[in-house]
């Protein structure tokens, strides 16, 4: 591994890998924040006295502010050195996630979640440029899937673990968000002592206001919008609905406890899986073929998800787990292919968040009402509609080798 822009110092392989250490560890913290709520569906709703309608605005919640941020947080990314980067983006998540543990109304909950979501968008423009700024591009697609494996890991801790905390050792939910306070300032720290503070993304001062050029040549490129809105559609099915998928799983008869223990192998599946099919990408010198097996693959098993029994539910762990779970690392690793400068990634990045959380705010609201009113069979036909849209979208992407 080494550095890959020309103008900006060159690191030694031992401070590479510490450097890259540093982003698995906030990674990983970020993954307790991201999935928190996973495991407590059921105890906010019933603490707070709600419905899965409302539990929708929670659900998308984090992603309101990065529509609004996201695109000049990527130009920021830019401008900052990653320590001060970092250290907003962190600190402002922390204190989001503080406001939820101390949250006595739903309101305020839905507030502190917010300010999570602007915290922890900035910090992943960091850790995700950084990834591509540090690795050499022939292993891109291997190093964006381990990131991007990192920080689905915790999704089996407090799917698991969270769960069993809760039903069976009676901790409450806002004791475990106070939690997750502590372990961010901890990675906070970590960072801060293996990342160079005079390190920036790209190697350049670009000032924070994007020139003319810059914001057309990034806004013009099609094959961004592609995997945007395509990234977009795989999160819905993957992560907006993950959300619900415990529950939906105690609707076929599957006791809370074990239907967490169940979901959480996909994930672990998924992680293999994200591997896997990273070096397979490298080695094949293609993302965008596994991408579209992945959307078509993916549309299949949801569907199959609906028919299946509850005694059977273990065909639906299996086949998610595995090639619909390499979509996000193919999207990660394709910045690099999109940008027409290095300068770019963080802009190529922050307009595809953008267009994921504007999808995940209008649909993941929408998801709770069409589960409320329709049920969970018809909410996942349409899930799996969108990855067939997704699989399209991948095809037109053609620049994307």
């Given at each position: 591994m080494s550095t890959t822009v020309d103008?900006?110092?060159?690191?030694?392989?031992?401070?590479?890998?510490?450097?890259?250490?540093?982003?698995?560890?906030?990674?990983?913290?970020?993954?307790?924040?991201?999935?928190?709520?996973?495991?407590?569906?059921?105890?906010?709703?019933?603490?707070?006295?709600?419905?899965?309608?409302?539990?929708?605005?929670?659900?998308?919640?984090?992603?309101?502010?990065?529509?609004?941020?996201?695109?000049?947080?990527?130009?920021?990314?830019?401008k900052?050195?990653?320590?001060?980067?970092?250290?907003?983006?962190?600190?402002?998540?922390?204190?989001?996630?503080?406001?939820?543990?101390?949250?006595?109304?739903?309101?305020?909950?839905?507030?502190?979640?917010?300010?999570?979501?602007?915290?922890?968008?900035?910090?992943?423009?960091?850790?995700?440029?950084?990834?591509?700024?540090?690795?050499?591009?022939?292993?891109?697609?291997?190093?964006?899937?381990?990131?991007?494996?990192?920080?689905?890991?915790?999704q089996i801790v407090m799917a698991k673990g969270g769960t069993a905390l809760m039903v069976n050792s009676g901790i409450h939910f806002q004791t475990l968000f106070k939690i997750i306070v502590i372990i961010y300032l901890?990675?906070?720290?970590?960072?801060?002592?293996?990342?160079?503070?005079?390190?920036?993304?790209?190697?350049?001062?670009?000032?924070?206001?994007?020139?003319?050029?810059?914001?057309?040549?990034?806004?013009?490129?099609?094959?961004?919008w592609y995997v945007s809105i395509a990234n977009m559609l795989f999160g819905l099915a993957a992560t907006t609905f993950a959300s619900y998928i415990i529950r939906y799983l105690t609707t076929k008869g599957i006791e809370q406890t074990r239907a967490a223990t169940i979901y959480s192998y996909t994930t672990i599946l998924g992680l293999i899986s994200m591997l896997i099919f990273g070096w397979l990408s490298d080695k094949l010198?293609?993302?965008?073929?596994?991408?579209?097996?992945?959307?078509?693959?993916g549309a299949g098993i949801l569907v199959l998800l609906t028919l299946l029994p509850s005694s059977l539910i273990w065909i639906y762990i299996a086949l998610w787990g595995t090639l619909p779970r390499s979509i996000a690392g193919m999207a990660g690793s394709s910045a690099a292919d999109i940008a027409e400068l290095p300068a770019d990634i963080p802009i190529v990045n922050s307009i595809k968040t953008t267009i994921s959380n504007v999808g995940s705010i209008i649909f993941g609201i929408l998801i709770g009402y069409e589960i409320q009113y329709f049920g969970y069979n018809v909410t996942i036909i349409l899930l799996a509609c969108g990855m067939v849209i997704g699989g399209i979208l991948w095809i037109l992407a053609k620049k994307i080798p």
């Open positions: 103008d900006k110092p060159q690191y030694s392989k031992l401070r590479v890998g510490l450097m890259l250490g540093a982003v698995i560890m906030l990674l990983l913290v970020k993954g307790f924040g991201n999935f928190k709520f996973l495991p407590m569906q059921t105890a906010i709703m019933d603490f707070y006295n709600i419905q899965e309608s409302a539990y929708g605005y929670l659900n998308t919640a984090s992603h309101w502010v990065t529509v609004l941020c996201m695109v000049p947080f990527g130009f920021l990314v830019r900052f050195r990653c320590n001060v980067s970092i250290i907003l983006g962190i600190g402002v998540a922390a204190f989001g996630i503080f406001l939820q543990s101390i949250a006595g109304s739903f309101i305020m909950l839905i507030i502190g979640r917010v300010i999570e979501g602007a915290g922890t968008g900035f910090a992943n423009l960091v850790t995700g440029a950084l990834t591509l700024t540090l690795v050499d591009k022939k292993h891109v697609s291997f190093w964006s899937c381990v990131m991007i494996m990192v920080g689905v890991l915790p901890c990675a906070l720290a970590l960072w801060l002592i293996l990342v160079p503070f005079s390190l920036k993304i790209t190697g350049i001062g670009s000032a924070a206001k994007p020139t003319r050029e810059q914001t057309i040549r990034v806004i013009k490129n099609k094959n961004n010198h293609t993302k965008r073929k596994i991408a579209i097996m992945s959307f078509f693959s």
